[in-house]
């Protein structure tokens, strides 16, 4: 399997999105192998190079937007799966799009539900005959570039994401001072820009960090990792682990030699993964 992660080329793009990503993995030999992501309420952009993946969760996928991922999703990796990938950070969509992200919450749009097909078919056309990665790279940074919608935005939202990000543990009273806000008004712009609650958000970043404490701590106990994160006790760690990842903690632990990278993990049998 080979990943190539790259940070856009461009300065204002680098503020808006994590990574730009080519993901290309031969078939493998047991077809009942399957890749699960886990989720970071990041929406994602996806370019099959290939052909159309398979999920198992939403089955067959064409090129789509995973909006808001709050839910994991797991790909079969059976068969060859060459992908490009575009991560927006949490807020950015909205900013790139106009539309509110309420009603895009774990949502897999195809792309014609914002941009035209004659557009698309164009920009797909230059991806599918570029030579190189670097090549495909600037194609769908000038496309971004050219239909990108709010270049300015809530200077208060980046901040606060950020601060969620380093600090999952905040209170809301905490975020609601330092932005200045109200706890209604603060609620309703995460809802504007990422479509859930601050305190939601708050919860799966924790989880994301949990995910990071299990994978390198791999000799302390998983109620000492509970404990450290903020956890009222290991249940709660335990509940918040199968509601973003579909999976406890201790299998999750069990399959870190399969640990392909920070979100994902390998499974031979999907009954694993339930």
């Not at 195809?110 to 790279?137: I, K, P």
């Not at 701590?217 to 682990?241: E, M, N, P």
């Amino acid at each position: 399997m080979s990943v190539q992660v790259n940070l856009p080329s461009h300065p204002f793009l680098r503020t808006m999105l994590n990574h730009i990503t080519f993901w290309d993995t031969d078939a493998g030999e047991n077809p009942d192998v399957w890749m699960r992501l886990f989720p970071n309420c990041t929406t994602n952009l996806s370019i099959n190079l290939h052909e159309e993946v398979l999920s198992m969760e939403y089955g067959t996928m064409g090129n789509n937007m995973s909006t808001s991922c709050i839910r994991p999703v797991s790909f079969n990796t059976g068969r060859r799966i060459r992908m490009m990938i575009v991560q927006f950070k949490p807020f950015a969509f909205y900013l790139f799009t106009g539309v509110p992200m309420k009603n895009l919450v774990n949502a897999f749009p195809d792309h014609g539900t914002f941009f035209s097909a004659s557009m698309l078919e164009q920009v797909y056309d230059q991806l599918y005959t570029a030579r190189s990665n670097h090549d495909r790279q600037m194609i769908i940074e000038k496309f971004l570039l050219e239909e990108w919608r709010i270049r300015y935005g809530d200077d208060r939202m980046i901040r606060l994401v950020h601060m969620i990000t380093d600090q999952p543990d905040l209170s809301m009273d905490d975020l609601s001072d330092s932005a200045n806000l109200g706890h209604r008004r603060l609620r309703d712009l995460f809802i504007q820009h990422i479509g859930i609650a601050p305190k939601y958000f708050s919860k799966l970043r924790r989880f994301n960090c949990a995910i990071n404490e299990v994978i390198s701590r791999k000799d302390d106990s998983l109620t000492a990792i509970a404990v450290d994160l903020g956890y009222y006790d290991q249940a709660h760690f335990i509940r918040d682990f199968r509601e973003f990842g579909g999976i406890s903690p201790g299998k999750f632990r069990k399959l870190q030699a399969k640990t392909a990278d920070f979100y994902n993990f390998n499974a031979a049998d999907p009954a694993i993964l339930v």
